[in-house]
Structures are given as C-alpha cells and as structure tokens.
C-alpha cells in the first residue's frame, strides 16, 4: 500500500483518521500505515487471530487443546481469545510452568492463575524442581562456573518443552497452543539462518514441526502473525491483566537478545521488514 495523505482538522492540525468510521485514531500500525480507533483495532487484531487459525488449520472441531501460559502478555492473549471463541465444544486447559527463579517467576505464576480462575478454564502448575529436581536459580551459578555450557535459556526451553509435550499427551490434549508472536518467529528464522541450521528451520512455522508423531502433541502458534507491539497495545485497550514488571533476570544470556535489537532496527527504519521476512 502506498503512504496515505495525512488528515488536517479545522484547525490545520495534523491528526490521524481511523481506516474504518473516521474518527481520531488512537493506534498507527506503521507497516500501512494503518490507522485505527480503539474498536476498530480490536476487531482487527482479533478477526486475524481467527484468520490465523482458519488458514492454518490450527485447530479442529472438537479438539482438547493445552495452553502453555506463562502469565505474560502473549500466552494470556491467547488464553483469552480461545476461551472467547473457541471454548464452547472444546476443552481448554492451561499448564503453567515454574522454573523456579525467585522473585520473578512467582508473580507472573500467580496472575497466571488469577486469570484462569476469572475466565473458568481448569489449570495445573508444573515446577522444575518437582519434575527434575533442579531449579533454574540452581542452574545458573553452573553455568557461570562453565560458559561452554551455553546460556540458561537453552537449558530452560528444553525443559519446558520437556513437560508441556509430556502433560499434552498425559491429558489426552491434540494440540499444544504457545505464546509465540510474529516477532518471535522472524527472530528465529534469522538465527537458523546465520546457525545455517536448515534442519531446524524446517520445522517452523504456525503449526510447529513438519511430520505427525505419536510421540508429541503438535504446537501451534495462534499469534503468529501478530506483531509484539500490537499484543501490547490489545492487552492495554481491553485492560487484560498480565505479568509485564520485568523480564526474567537470567534472560541477558540469551543469544535472541542480538537479533531482537537488530530486527527492532530494521522494523522502525523499514516498517513491514518482519512479514517480508514471513513470507
């Protein structure tokens, strides 16, 4: 789309229109530019999370489907808008996961909880040092000692990975439904990329892997075309309550970090650079 004229009131001064009714816009989706009022923006933002769903065939009538929450911004979106949508002739579950990091991983588990007792939806918390034995906090000071190791969040993402696939099939749940946003995805593929990792990368995508196995329950990513600042902006207007003080400390370890900053760049230089990516 080309850049639209900008929108002077009586006054000469310069405001944006919504798209939609006209009135004064209260979000601009730069990769358009797009602009919306607040209802507007919520129907948009969730008519694509449907259409998300619709043109991957995420999910299928009937289905038990398993949200892994983490009581953060994107994995409550999706507790919300599954409970809102597709709630009725399905069960839906959520597994939240304590990692075992004190003083942080505590509060996010703990609204984690409040919002799945608001919205009725049966939920089960997981520790690592119930299922393995070790903390993260126990973790780290390893690490430190051997940086060869690789940084905490690889040793975290496994292990979670670990008990969401397991409770998944212990429940008898057929999909797996995670967090990850538009962001996330393209920040992955670059890494493959400079990893020259192919095989990894082929296993991407809005429903994760490329072959069906007894073994795991199929991921899918409901927000994976939704960009990270958008989800922000939702959970603002609709006023849905999620962990959002800080991240987890251990976090600065992981190699993401980099490619987030670059690809942050381009994004605010050359809007629409992460669905070039996409696609």
């Excluded at 850049?3 to 001064?13: A, S």
Aim: hydrophobic fraction near 30%; proline fraction near 3%; aromatic fraction near 12%.
């Amino acid at each position: 789309m080309g850049q639209k004229k900008e929108n002077f009131d009586k006054k000469g001064t310069n405001t944006k229109k919504c798209d939609k009714c006209g009135k004064e816009a209260s979000i601009t989706l730069g990769y358009g530019p797009h602009y919306f009022c607040e209802n507007h923006f919520i129907n948009f933002f969730e008519n694509r999370f449907r259409k998300t769903i619709r043109k991957y065939n995420l999910i299928e009538q009937g289905e038990k489907i398993l949200i892994a929450l983490s009581g953060g911004k994107d994995s409550t979106v999706i507790l919300f808008l599954l409970a809102k949508y597709y709630k009725k002739g399905r069960e839906l579950e959520a597994l939240i996961i304590d990692e075992g990091v004190k003083g942080y991983r505590d509060k996010s588990v703990k609204t984690a909880e409040e919002n799945c007792k608001n919205l009725g939806i049966k939920y089960k918390i997981i520790s690592f040092k119930k299922e393995f034995g070790v903390t993260n906090d126990e973790i780290m000071p390893l690490i430190e000692k051997n940086p060869k190791l690789g940084g905490t969040c690889a040793f975290c993402g496994t292990l979670r990975r670990n008990i969401m696939n397991k409770y998944a099939k212990r429940i008898g749940a057929k999909k797996l439904a995670t967090g990850h946003n538009l962001d996330d995805e393209v920040q992955s593929f670059v890494m493959n990329v400079f990893n020259n990792d192919f095989e990894r990368m082929k296993r991407m995508g809005a429903g994760a892997g490329i072959i069906e196995h007894q073994g795991f329950v199929k991921r899918i990513k409901p927000l994976y075309e939704t960009p990270e600042k958008e989800i922000i902006a939702y959970c603002a207007f609709k006023g849905i309550k999620h962990y959002s003080e800080e991240c987890c400390p251990y976090s600065w370890t992981a190699k993401r970090n980099e490619y987030r900053e670059m690809l942050n760049t381009f994004e605010d230089r050359f809007p629409g650079t992460q669905y070039s990516i996409l696609r």
